[in-house]
């Protein structure tokens, strides 16, 4: 079956560093590349960034640039997105999405609540 | 940046209705455009990629046309299932934009 699971849900303080990973399984995976979006609650979609799993290549908003890291683990087809000096405007829902080079996305994990709090 | 506009941002349509969301590219992306749905809770699903395509599974009822700079998203009627939030999204390059939703209502 073709799926991407992600970690749970976390709760971070203001300044803290978090890391989400998105486990693919039911198809090789380096041969698409992974993008994050994350969700506000009541807002809509803000797209991350996107991750080349076979290159390790990545592209990352304006917004995010210096915040934000992408990686992965091709060994246990598992990609990464970590986003530091986190603040309570970054509480929200993040997705990871699976896309044919660069194009859009038919498959997406089911979310992981982040939410920032003192 | 790409910017994606789409209007009107909520919908109130019945059930049966034709429905038509609209979504403008501040600048030329050929027929790089998708469409999703998202309802509360869930991850959004795709509907249509370039621009008039038809995800596989995706009922027929949806459509989607256009090119350039203005693309539009047809529900020829409306079901019950279809009450939801919409999204266009720009892939003319690596670098997405996504629209910023339509609320579609009951009436």
């Known amino acids: 079956q073709v799926q991407l699971v992600q970690s749970g849900a976390e709760v971070k303080k203001p300044g803290a560093s978090v890391k989400v990973s998105c486990k693919a399984s039911g198809y090789t995976f380096t041969s698409y590349d992974i993008n994050w979006v994350r969700q506000a609650t009541g807002q809509g979609l803000e797209w991350m960034g996107w991750m080349n799993p076979n290159s390790g290549n990545t592209g990352y908003a304006q917004k995010f640039q210096g915040r934000v890291t992408m990686t992965r683990n091709t060994s246990i087809s598992t990609a990464y997105m970590e986003l530091s000096s986190l603040r309570s405007e970054d509480t929200a829902v993040y997705y990871c999405?699976?896309?044919?080079?660069?194009?859009?996305?038919?498959?997406w994990g089911q979310g992981t609540l982040v939410t920032v709090s003192s | 940046d790409i910017q994606m506009t789409q209007s009107p941002s909520t919908l109130s349509a019945s059930v049966g209705d034709r429905v038509t969301i609209t979504c403008r590219a501040s600048?030329?992306?050929?027929?790089?455009l998708a469409w999703y749905q998202q309802k509360p809770g869930k991850a959004p699903k795709l509907l249509i990629y370039?621009?008039?395509s038809l995800e596989s599974g995706v009922p027929s009822r949806f459509s989607g046309s256009g090119s350039g700079t203005e693309f539009t998203l047809t529900i020829s009627s409306l079901q019950p299932d279809d009450f939801a939030t919409y999204y266009c999204q720009q892939y003319n390059s690596y670098l997405w934009t996504f629209g910023q939703g339509t609320k579609v209502e009951i009436k």
């Open positions: 370039k621009a008039s």
């Open positions: 999405a699976r896309v044919p080079r660069g194009s859009y996305a038919p498959l």
């Open positions: 600048q030329s992306i050929s027929s790089w």
